[in-house]
């Protein structure tokens, strides 16, 4: 008995070490951002995050247009993966286990492919797709821009997202599935009221990543996405991202403008903890409202 509360209190104490660890690299990140762009924030102010200026030559930044860059191919790549990794998950749990468990590997696999590949398969065969079939339809477009990079996004997360719904919906009870069909549900009402409620935390948890990946992804949207800093008009236009703008500029980079970029960075971070704690406020709202 001994021997087993010295172990778990072993191991209480190192998960408390590591979550301290993970907290102060964390802190350690924030502060090392903050001072390396506080010339950046000295020299514009909170105009930066508005200016939609951007001129190397006069030493003129603005980070709007990374900003909304970031956050409309995240979001529309969010919107195109959640309901295609939904579905696919509810399939493969569905599905006979030699089936289920082929598609698994085929679905893990798009996961294993390195980002620069996506990039590459979008730069030589999405984007001509796209300038063709725009074509047919008379609209002028090269095929880079905020669409092509937000299905390269959504071709990346659906395999994280798609895993772990998988996993969750495999743990549902099936009692309460077979307690739904017995009372004459359908299989979407099924998993509309049954999978998607008992495992609604879960399924957050797999969405974070796929927003996590999409949010920081570089080199993919790097290929894509037209590297024009300007507020895209439409989704045929090109634009930039926050990590694209790191990527393009950081290497020859110095003085003001480096600092820029080091606030783009904590930017993009503090952009990532603010979805994270709202995501956190809105779940606890909602265990609230069910009791």
């Given at each position: 008995?001994?021997?087993?509360?010295?172990?778990?209190?072993?191991?209480?104490?190192?998960?408390?070490?590591?979550?301290?660890?993970?907290?102060?690299?964390?802190?350690a990140?924030?502060?090392?951002?903050?001072?390396?762009?506080?010339?950046?924030?000295?020299?514009f102010?909170?105009?930066?995050?508005?200016?939609?200026?951007?001129?190397?030559?006069?030493?003129?930044?603005?980070?709007?247009?990374?900003?909304?860059?970031?956050?409309?191919?995240?979001?529309?790549?969010?919107f195109?993966?959640l309901?295609l990794?939904?579905?696919?998950?509810?399939?493969?749990?569905?599905?006979?286990?030699a089936?289920?468990?082929?598609?698994?590997?085929?679905?893990?696999?798009?996961?294993?492919?390195?980002?620069?590949?996506?990039?590459?398969?979008?730069?030589?065969?999405?984007?001509?797709?796209?300038?063709?079939?725009?074509?047919?339809?008379?609209?002028?477009?090269?095929?880079?821009?905020?669409?092509?990079?937000?299905?390269?996004?959504?071709?990346?997360?659906?395999?994280?997202?798609?895993?772990?719904?998988?996993?969750?919906?495999?743990?549902?009870?099936?009692?309460?599935?077979?307690?739904?069909?017995?009372?004459?549900?359908?299989?979407?009402?099924?998993?509309?009221?049954?999978?998607?409620?008992?495992?609604?935390?879960?399924?957050?948890?797999?969405i974070?990543?796929g927003?996590?990946?999409?949010?920081?992804?570089?080199?993919?949207?790097?290929?894509?996405?037209?590297?024009?800093?300007?507020?895209?008009?439409?989704?045929?236009?090109?634009?930039?991202?926050?990590?694209a703008?790191?990527?393009?500029?950081?290497?020859?980079?110095?003085?003001l403008?480096?600092?820029?970029?080091?606030?783009?960075?904590?930017?993009l971070?503090?952009?990532?903890?603010?979805?994270?704690?709202?995501?956190?406020?809105?779940?606890?709202?909602?265990?609230?409202?069910?009791g």
């Open positions: 008995m001994k021997r087993i509360n010295f172990l778990d209190s072993t191991f209480r104490n190192v998960c408390l070490i590591c979550t301290g660890v993970c907290g102060a690299i964390t802190v990140l924030v502060v090392q951002l903050s001072s390396a762009s506080s010339e950046a924030w000295h020299t102010g909170w105009g930066l995050l508005l200016s939609t200026e951007w001129d190397p030559v006069t030493n003129v930044y603005g980070a709007l247009p990374a900003i909304i860059g970031t956050l409309l191919t995240t979001g529309l790549a969010l195109i993966a309901p990794a939904f579905l696919c998950a509810l399939q493969l749990v569905e599905a006979p286990p089936l289920s468990k082929i598609l698994s590997h085929g679905i893990d696999l798009l996961a294993a492919i390195p980002s620069v590949i996506y990039g590459m398969w979008g730069l030589f065969i999405l984007c001509p797709l796209l300038q063709e079939a725009f074509w047919l339809l008379e609209i002028d477009t090269n095929g880079f821009g905020v669409l092509a990079a937000s299905l390269i996004l959504a071709l990346m997360i659906l395999p994280y997202i798609c895993a772990v719904m998988r996993d969750v919906l495999k743990m549902t009870p099936a009692l309460l599935k077979e307690a739904a069909m017995g009372v004459g549900c359908t299989p979407w009402e099924c998993a509309r009221d049954i999978f998607l409620r008992h495992g609604a935390k879960a399924l957050l948890g797999g974070f990543i927003l996590g990946r999409a949010l920081g992804e570089t080199m993919a949207v790097l290929f894509v996405v037209g590297n024009i800093i300007e507020i895209p008009s439409n989704l045929l236009e090109g634009c930039t991202t926050i990590s703008t790191l990527a393009n500029n950081f290497a020859e980079a110095e003085g403008q480096q600092s820029v970029l080091f606030a783009l960075g904590l930017i971070l503090l952009m990532t903890f603010g979805i994270q704690v709202l995501a956190h406020c809105y779940l606890r709202k909602t265990a609230q409202m069910k």
